[in-house]
């Protein structure tokens, strides 16, 4: 039961925030703050002027913005580790290739070395 609950929590939360982090939102938020600035600039009071800004136009579309901002700066991220991943993957490819070139040259060069060494011995052997 309580994995159901947690899944549907889960999703929900997707839901609300992929909603809430539009620029679509943001427009709306600040429709709806934008209802309440007549009244606030009505009083002429500054410090309800002040906190009309602080507590309702920046919170409510300041929100939605930023999360905006936070899914480019994450694309953007992801784009660089797909890359760097895809980069890596080629090294890789290339560092399997090198080895496999060393390890066919170290097999020629002791092939090359055994047969010197038998030359080496012959001389030796004719000359004693």
């Given at each position: 039961?309580l994995?159901?609950?947690?899944?549907?929590?889960?999703k929900?939360a997707?839901?609300?925030t992929?909603?809430?982090?539009?620029?679509?939102?943001?427009?709306?938020?600040?429709?709806?703050?934008?209802?309440?600035?007549?009244?606030?600039?009505?009083?002429g009071?500054l410090?309800?002027?002040?906190?009309?800004?602080?507590?309702?136009?920046?919170?409510?579309?300041?929100?939605?913005?930023?999360?905006?901002?936070?899914n480019?700066?994450?694309?953007?991220?992801?784009?660089?580790?797909?890359?760097?991943h895809?980069?890596?993957?080629?090294?890789?490819?290339?560092?399997?290739?090198?080895?496999?070139?060393?390890?066919?040259?170290?097999?020629?060069l002791?092939?090359?070395?055994?047969?010197?060494?038998?030359?080496?011995?012959?001389?030796?052997s004719?000359t004693?």
């Amino acid at each position: 039961m309580l994995e159901k609950v947690n899944s549907f929590n889960t999703k929900l939360a997707a839901k609300i925030t992929s909603g809430v982090s539009t620029m679509w939102c943001a427009y709306a938020f600040a429709l709806i703050a934008l209802i309440s600035l007549p009244a606030a600039l009505k009083t002429g009071d500054l410090i309800i002027i002040v906190a009309w800004v602080a507590q309702t136009f920046l919170q409510l579309v300041l929100l939605s913005i930023i999360m905006v901002g936070q899914n480019v700066s994450s694309a953007a991220v992801e784009q660089k580790i797909n890359e760097t991943h895809t980069a890596s993957l080629g090294e890789f490819e290339l560092a399997k290739e090198s080895r496999e070139q060393n390890r066919k040259e170290i097999t020629e060069l002791r092939k090359i070395s055994k047969e010197i060494h038998e030359v080496l011995k012959r001389i030796e052997s004719s000359t004693k």
